[in-house]
């Protein structure tokens, strides 16, 4: 009679590959980390590829600037930087 074949679980035990962290481990991470809420911006083409230019040149990737445009607008109306 043929051995069985082996688990995954059993093959990562061997190799001391620890189990993914518990959910409530997850969840206590999770806390510790800053909420945040997605916002969708649209551009027009050329303001798009002046943006993603713009990126390049400064290397920074364009959520960065973005990010920084964000917090020039709250500095610009009197409210902490906070993006």
């Not at 993914?20 to 969840?27: E, F, H, T």
């Not at 973005?66 to 607008?73: C, G, M, P, Q, S």
């Amino acid at each position: 009679m043929a051995k069985p074949k082996p688990s995954l679980t059993d093959l990562t035990l061997q190799k001391g590959v620890t189990s993914p962290p518990s959910p409530s481990a997850q969840a206590a991470a999770s806390e510790k980390e800053e909420k945040r809420i997605g916002q969708t911006l649209r551009l027009g083409a050329g303001a798009h590829k002046q943006l993603k230019r713009l990126a390049v040149d400064v290397e920074k990737p364009m959520h960065d600037l973005l990010l920084e445009a964000v917090n020039d607008l709250f500095t610009k109306y009197g409210k902490p930087p906070i993006a």
